[in-house]
């Protein structure tokens, strides 16, 4: 197998031109634009990214139509996906804060942990959730109890914050039934239960390293408190409670929280227990349906204006301006997310990932690194985790056919790990949680950046460990 791959390497050599390079080049220039701008000139992320964009797209020789279209395709097929479920977790954030719910949730926590042990509960919480919900939504649903909790326990934001983001990406990245594990099970040939098992004795020590103990570091590098409006919740006046004539239990706010969560997780089992679409019974047709995010996520909704609305007093018109008054705060989060797609998908059309494509085919090292090293290329210059591990598990596919089911499985976990590294500038993850949590360019470097690219690594580590044992 090395002697096959060592046979291309010339004729990768050859292939890579000088084309190649400058597109590299321009791409480097236009995160360093895009970063001197808003942290330097203070100009506004959303300007600034259509600024990088339009440079990165000019830069590489692409027709002035294209780089329009490129933009404007790249921003509709973030807020396509993720908008709407930003919007939709808003409403919820919002109906659940405004209730009193959240304060449950948080009575609960500080009850049942204190101090240093909170980090740890909130940790559970989003594994938990994180477990069958995408990344972004977990986080939405996750906003107004990290916050509260924050405010409440006097802790600084990070130690809270990090254990959640930790406990969300992880299992996005390394754990089926989330989408980029899926794809890079299916191009290389593994089995679904093996890498589900080996993910989760990945993801366990990968998300204490860098959720509890990390966010100890995090929050002395970046000792900022809870901000002041976080994804339409006013967290500086506290919640508008004006109404609620009884606050919701503990019970009710749980379920309601995790109702998404459910529907998501089921329709997961379901694809597992019948896998072929064409002799699946009805069941499995119907939580297809009730268990995509958006299905879901409008549904949590929905129950959510009965269990934090009209059951707690509120009336309908005081529902409907409640949900109105969510999506205020969140539309610059909407555009700057956007814009983010936009940029990442500029340098996707000016052809950064086939450069990058290209050096990979031909370099001569382990499969399971080569996986990770091509995985975390394109990570560094798609800002899409996607992208990344479909790209990469197309490149090594060929060279999985002679590896054990074990070792496939763990091909896979390694490109998952490479689509994490160090998220920046062009991933609209970076600017939803800038936003989110109210902090600077800088500040989401030193925290959420250095957080992905040490799940990254640490998660990589753990899967040659287990190459080697297994």
Not at 340 to 350: E, V
Not at 379 to 408: D, E
Request: glycine content about 10%; proline content about 5%; charged content about 10%.
């Amino acid at each position: 197998m090395n002697f096959q791959i060592a046979t291309q390497l010339p004729a990768a050599v050859e292939a890579w031109t000088g084309h190649d390079t400058q597109l590299l080049v321009v791409a480097a220039i236009g995160i360093a634009l895009i970063v001197v701008l808003i942290a330097k000139f203070k100009l506004h992320p959303f300007l600034a990214l259509v600024l990088g964009s339009a440079f990165v797209g000019l830069a590489s020789g692409v027709e002035l139509a294209k780089v329009i279209t490129n933009f404007e395709d790249g921003v509709g097929g973030v807020l396509k996906e993720v908008g709407l479920l930003i919007a939709l977790g808003a409403m919820l954030g919002k109906l659940l804060a405004d209730s009193g719910g959240a304060n449950r949730v948080v009575d609960t926590l500080l009850a049942k942990a204190t101090g240093n042990k909170l980090a740890w509960s909130i940790t559970l919480v989003a594994v938990i959730i994180g477990l069958p919900m995408f990344f972004e939504i977990g986080l939405v649903l996750l906003l107004p109890v990290i916050v509260l909790v924050t405010q409440r326990s006097k802790m600084p934001l990070m130690r809270i914050a990090i254990p959640a983001l930790a406990g969300l990406s992880v299992l996005h990245g390394l754990v089926p039934p989330h989408p980029g594990p899926l794809i890079a099970i299916s191009a290389v040939k593994a089995e679904l239960g093996t890498t589900l098992a080996l993910g989760l004795l990945v993801a366990i020590p990968t998300v204490i390293i860098c959720g509890p103990l990390f966010s100890r570091l995090a929050a002395r590098w970046v000792p900022v408190g809870a901000p002041a409006v976080a994804g339409g919740i006013d967290t500086e006046h506290g919640a508008d409670m004006e109404g609620v004539k009884r606050q919701p239990s503990f019970l009710v706010t749980l379920l309601t929280i995790i109702f998404p969560v459910v529907l998501m997780l089921l329709k997961a089992v379901m694809d597992i227990i019948w896998a072929d679409p064409a002799t699946a019974p009805a069941i499995r047709t119907f939580f297809d349906f009730v268990g995509q995010p958006l299905v879901a996520m409008t549904l949590a909704v929905l129950l959510a204006t009965v269990t934090f609305g009209y059951a707690v007093g509120f009336t309908g018109n005081r529902i409907t301006s409640k949900i109105g008054a969510s999506l205020g705060p969140i539309a610059a989060i909407l555009l700057i997310v956007g814009a983010g797609g936009g940029f990442k998908q500029t340098l996707i059309g000016a052809g950064v990932g086939d450069a990058v494509k290209k050096w990979a085919e031909g370099t001569n090292m382990s499969v399971l690194v080569l996986g990770f090293m091509v995985a975390v290329a394109l990570r560094l210059a798609t800002g899409s985790a996607t992208v990344a591990t479909v790209t990469a598990a197309g490149i090594v596919a060929p060279l999985a056919s002679s590896l054990t089911p074990t070792h496939a499985a763990l091909l896979a976990l390694a490109i998952g790990a490479g689509s994490l590294f160090l998220s920046h500038v062009n991933d609209a993850g970076f600017w939803l949680v800038k936003e989110l949590f109210g902090l600077t360019v800088g500040q989401t470097f030193k925290t959420w950046s250095v957080m992905e690219t040490l799940i990254s690594l640490v998660g990589f580590g753990f899967i040659m460990l287990l190459s080697l044992i297994i």
